[in-house]
């Protein structure tokens, strides 16, 4: 018998027994007595043995002891400035990545390397991860995201779960539209929410906004084998506030996919005015043909970045007429369609990549905006779905169906992409916005598990004030009708997720040990503390339970430069660093060498401390940094 099969089989014998006892164990609970119907949490039990659906969700939830959750799902941490890791099924928060935002819990913001990446800024707004993809799949190496506030994106390594770098991206307000991955990685692509003038810093009065602000798209470049990301070039465009964007895939590949709200380019009371025409766009983007005039040298160079007028490059941009203030666009895992969700209007509207490119062949036309084609609405467009009210976004499974929020319903809708009918509708709590299907942004979504994304959680939780939780909720998609599993509180802002399966990610277990990196001591003899005038370095060692040097003597006013290194090469033995008053803390992984600079310019005597627990004499993991007054 084929191993993998095998393994199945026994998991599965695993999961039944499991399944058995627990069944028997809240039969026992529920009902003592031994009648035949009890209550869990108001719904109805069935104990005569066979699990209703209270049960089956509970054992379809529970990772027992032992077992690991079958996916990662990396949410958006919002205006946190974080990345929030999900176990799926269990739904339980498993990590924090900081990303804009310090976080002492780890160092991040205090040591060197983070506080040079975080640069100025002391917030961003993550909005939209993106998992990196090798032939339109996860490949479980990075995770991108975007700062809609001030104008970045980032990368997660995916072997440590750090953030390695981030980018800062000019002429671009608020790339909301952002991040969503070309097929093999090549590029992702961020659009400004915000018109302005660019570059940054430039004046124009607000009644210029359609003669002097621009929209910009930016293609940030991704090199294959270290992630390492550069803004490629750049397409200035109207101001017509970009929401957000798809890469297309295997039919598709090489175009990509924006919606636009406000092509009216009002600039004052947008709720009204923005929402004036019937239609706005999704425009078309052919990145190959962009990136080759790029290469060719048809740009302009604006705050250091190649600026392409994309009415220099015919047949680089065209305009899908979309109704009324779209916002998610979503390609099929196929690339065959791209879906508009409406937002303000009820529908799905989808779009057929071939009439499309047929639209483009012939010529066929309605006429044009600002010097960019409109494709013939009637030809591109093969269904309006009516999913209902308040449209946002879709995901979809590996059966041939779509699944679409309705912020204004409450509700997801399932949908066929084959007969565009619909043949289901959950209820979710409450105003969904994004949502999130296993592998749902690849080539071969596995369907399993979906995660409705929800604005407002009300009543689900207990109160913790005027202000709730947001929510998010685990659905089956294994059965034709979709089943809500559990709600979680989630902290503010999930606004999109992508769930990966747990075996496509590979973490390292410690850091190597690599005495040519900056600082790294391993030795006791190597470890020191040196002076150059008033520079004072520091080469120190971290292992259970103590520092060594474990007491730093240094002069009022000198600046410090302070390497630690955590010789416990042990999986999951983090040392912490913090020096008491002197607003400092930082942590170092098994293994890992972290520096941090600062001057001493406080004379006194300053506890440090390890942070983080790490042995039964964590609490004597301790030392003295000893500042001389200068006037001594
Ligand atoms: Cu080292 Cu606690």
Known sequence: MEKGLFKKIVLSLAGLLVGLIIAVYLSAQLNPAGGSEATLGGANVSVDGVPDDVVQAALKTYVPPGQLDEYYMFASGGHSGSVFVYGVPSMRRIRTIPVFTPESAVGYGWTTESKEMLGEWSWGDVHHPALSETGGDYDGRWLFVNDNANSRAARINLDSFKTSQILDIPNIYGPHSAVFMTP????FMLGSRFAGPIPYGTYSPIENLSKDYNCVLAAVAIDPNDGEMSVGWEVLMPPWSFDLSDAGKLDSEGWAFLTTYNTEEAYELLEVNASQREMDYVVALNWKLLEQAANEGKYKIIDGVKMIDPLEVPGSVYLVPAMKSPHGVDVTPDGKYFIANGKVAPVATVFSFEKFKECIDNKDFQGEERG?????????????????????????????????????????????LDTFEIVDVTPVHYCPGHLCAAEGDTVDPDGKYLVSLNKLAKDKFLSVGPSHPESAQLIDLTTDKMKILMDV???????????????????????????????????????RIERDGNHVTVYQMGFRSRYYPDHVEVNEGDHVTWYLTNTDFDEDITHGFGICLYDLNAEAQPGETIKFEFVADKAGVYPFYCTNFCSALHQEMQGWFIVKPKDL
């Open 184 to 187: 093999n990685s090549e590029y």
């Open 372 to 416: 960019f084609p409109i494709v013939n609405y009637e030809k591109v467009r093969v269904a309006e779905v009516p999913v209902g009210l308040g449209p946002l976004h879709t995901q979809f499974d590996g059966n041939g169906y779509a699944y679409t929020t309705l912020f204004i319903d409450s509700t997801i809708a399932k949908w066929s």
């Open 489 to 527: 509180p989630t902290d503010p802002e999930p606004h999109f997720a992508q769930m990966i399966k747990a075996d496509k990610i590979t973490t390292w277990e410690v850091f190597d040990k690599d005495p040519s990196r900056p600082g790294a001591v391993y030795e006791k003899e190597n470890a």
